[in-house]
Each structure stands twice: as structure tokens, then as C-alpha cells.
């Protein structure tokens, strides 16, 4: 509980204005790191789902962009010890740490973190799969982070997202149409931590990939009972030519 307070305190402070990217990260998430995946196991919903539809190959390659404490690599279980290597990018040197931690702790020796811009960052040889998950919403240049992962990934190659979002007024035909209150609230409800819930995510991806899986879901907000946040979980295949 009183983690709880802790992360709740900051989130009430809101991100920080000033600096670079990486300051404002830093100076959010630098005092909530150790309590970080106790307070949003509640609330990022979907993770599990994702990785568990996620296809991967054994000897796959894989990395998460934005991956934050590495939490989400245990939702893998047993498949991720067939990877040749799982690489966490991440721009949040005291988020990276937490997951420098948990690899040491569960002795996984094919895993590595790596401080950088998920915008820019590149392996060194093209990956099998790259995945997101609530991390699109807090990148800026969004579109820059998508087109680099889809860069980084071999024809053929995954990448899945699971992250919050708003739909558009007229939404494509199959998904989902939010009313006027969501498609206001959500944004601006976020806003003050930094994360941008955007109707233009999931269209984008549909438009550059092959869609392999598609769910749109609302998930409980902790010490919020009566609303539900939207999110959607994705999984695409990049074009083999």
C-alpha cells in the first residue's frame, strides 16, 4: 500500500515540463521504479495475452521497445529461454536498472538491456520479433519508434503492440467506435503524465502490416471502479518483399 501512495503521489505530480525526453522520464518514473510493477500490474491489462500470441520460433531474436523494468519477459515463461537473445531498449536509465536486477536475479543469460531511443536505436542484425507494450503512448514522435521497429525487423518478422488508445469518430470498418466522452476524456486524463492515448496508433498499424491478431478491450483503473480505459492488442507481420 504504500507503493501504492508513492507511485500515486507522482502521478498526481504529473511529468515533469522541462528538459529533454529522457530528463522528463527520468525525473518521473526515477522515485516510482521499485514500485513501478506492483501499482500497473492492475492497470496495464493485456501483456500477458499479447506475448502468449506473440509467434516466436526457437533461436528467435527478439526486443522490447521501451521495455522498462523487463517485467514484461517473464510473460513469455519457458519460451523465452529458446531465444537466442531478448534485447530491453529502453531510455530510462532507473527503469533499465530494475530490469538489470530481475535478469541477474532469474539468471536469464540471454537477455540484455540496453539504454537508447527507441526511435534510432538498431541491432545489429535484423530481429524475428519486436514488441510494445504501453510504450507507444509515451514516445512523442510515435510514428518514428513504429517505423524503426518495422526497420529493425526481418521480412516476414512480428511486432505487436498492446497499449491504451481512443478510436477515431468514424473508425475503419471491424473496429471499434468509442463515444464522444471517451474520445475527449482519455486524452486529456493522461495528458498530465505524459502519455498520449491517440486515435491514429491502431489505423497506422493496420495500414503497414499484415494483420495477424487484433483485440479491443477496456481495463479497470486502479482506485477508479467505475471507469474502464480502452486499450487494443495487436500483432502484425511485416511484408517478405
Not at 49 to 69: H, K, V
Not at 183 to 199: I, K
Not at 217 to 228: D, E, F, G, T
Request: hydrophobic residues 40%; aromatic residues 12%; proline residues 7%.
Amino acid at each position: 500500500m504504500a507503493g501504492d501512495f508513492s507511485v500515486l503521489w507522482r502521478l498526481v505530480r504529473g511529468m515533469p515540463s522541462a528538459g529533454s525526453h529522457q530528463d522528463r522520464l527520468e525525473g518521473f518514473y526515477g522515485g516510482q521504479a521499485k514500485d513501478y510493477d506492483q501499482f500497473r500490474e492492475r492497470l496495464l491489462q493485456g501483456r500477458g495475452d499479447l506475448l502468449t500470441n506473440l509467434p516466436l520460433a526457437p533461436g528467435a531474436r527478439i526486443a522490447e521497445f521501451g521495455g522498462g523494468t523487463g517485467r514484461n519477459l517473464e510473460f513469455l515463461g519457458d519460451r523465452l529461454k529458446d531465444c537466442a537473445e531478448a534485447t530491453v531498449v529502453d531510455l530510462c536509465r532507473p527503469l533499465l536498472a530494475q530490469a538489470y536486477q530481475r535478469i541477474s536475479e532469474r539468471g536469464w543469460t540471454n537477455v540484455r538491456t540496453v539504454n537508447a531511443d527507441v526511435c534510432t536505436w538498431r541491432p545489429d542484425q535484423p530481429l524475428d520479433a519486436i514488441y510494445f507494450s504501453y510504450c507507444l503512448t509515451m514516445v512523442p514522435d510515435w510514428w518514428r519508434a513504429a517505423e524503426n521497429a518495422i526497420a529493425c525487423l526481418k521480412p516476414g518478422g512480428v511486432l505487436g503492440v498492446v497499449d491504451f488508445y481512443v478510436s477515431r469518430k468514424e473508425p475503419g470498418d471491424g473496429l471499434v467506435r468509442h463515444g464522444g466522452f471517451a474520445r475527449h476524456f482519455w486524452p486529456l486524463w493522461f495528458a498530465h503524465d505524459g502519455v498520449r492515448p491517440s486515435q491514429d496508433h491502431l489505423p497506422w498499424l493496420l495500414s503497414r502490416l499484415e494483420r495477424l491478431h487484433l483485440a479491443e478491450c477496456k481495463a479497470k483503473v486502479p482506485y477508479l471502479p467505475v471507469l474502464r480505459v480502452p486499450y487494443y492488442r495487436f500483432i502484425g507481420r511485416k511484408p517478405a518483399g
